[in-house]
């Protein structure tokens, strides 16, 4: 059981993946029109990244969890791969500038969600799987922030006692 704890927020983020797909199929059926991206696994790797700030296994962590994403939800290889775990690198990086609020945490996690949003906007444009216009990219990214807000209050305290209680594999172990 010790050694499964060590896991948990592997597990945890796995699962966030799995509930990312389940919320954006939701809410595009009740809300119609409105396309929003709902990246739990974003708020929790932001959130990883800033609470456990030197633990590089979670760097590694996001780029297997990108590797999963690129495969189940994009079908091209190399969009999350990159973005999750540069996300955690950037984000560790500036841990240590940052107040340990709520407030900016926040802050941090919406700038986040922005630069993975703009980023695979940039990536699938390139790649030529979308076409949208400015307007189109504008709506959505603030439907999408709100969302995020919303998600953001809504899971903040559970994960981050998950994160406190049971950080990710040994810290010792990868430096």
């Known amino acids: 059981m010790v050694q499964l704890k060590r896991w948990y927020i592997a597990i945890a983020l796995f699962f ?3 509930l ?9 059926r009740f809300f119609g029109n409105m396309n929003v991206a709902c990246w739990l696994s974003i708020i929790l790797i932001t959130l ?3 609470s456990d700030a030197h633990n590089m296994a979670n760097v590694w962590l996001c780029l297997v969890v990108g590797l ?3 495969i189940y939800y994009v079908g091209v290889i190399g969009i999350y791969i990159v973005a999750f775990p540069l996300l955690c690198y950037c984000v560790q990086k500036i841990a240590k500038y940052i107040p340990e609020l ?4 926040l802050l941090v996690c919406l700038l986040g969600y922005i630069g993975v949003y703009l980023y695979l906007l940039l990536v699938l444009n390139i790649i030529g799987i979308i076409d949208i216009s400015l ?5 959505q990214l603030v439907e999408s922030l709100v969302m995020c807000g919303i998600l953001y209050i809504l899971s903040y305290n559970l994960l981050l006692k998950l994160i406190v209680k049971y950080p990710f594999l040994n810290k010792q172990i990868f430096y």
Do not use: K
């Not at 307007?135 to 709506?139: G, H, W």
């Open 16 to 18: 966030t993946m799995v």
């Open 20 to 28: 990312d797909g389940v919320l954006s199929q939701t809410f595009t």
């Open 48 to 50: 990883i990244s800033l």
């Open 68 to 70: 999963v994403y690129d």
């Open 102 to 105: 709520f407030i900016t945490r």
């Open 135 to 139: 307007f189109a990219i504008m709506r």
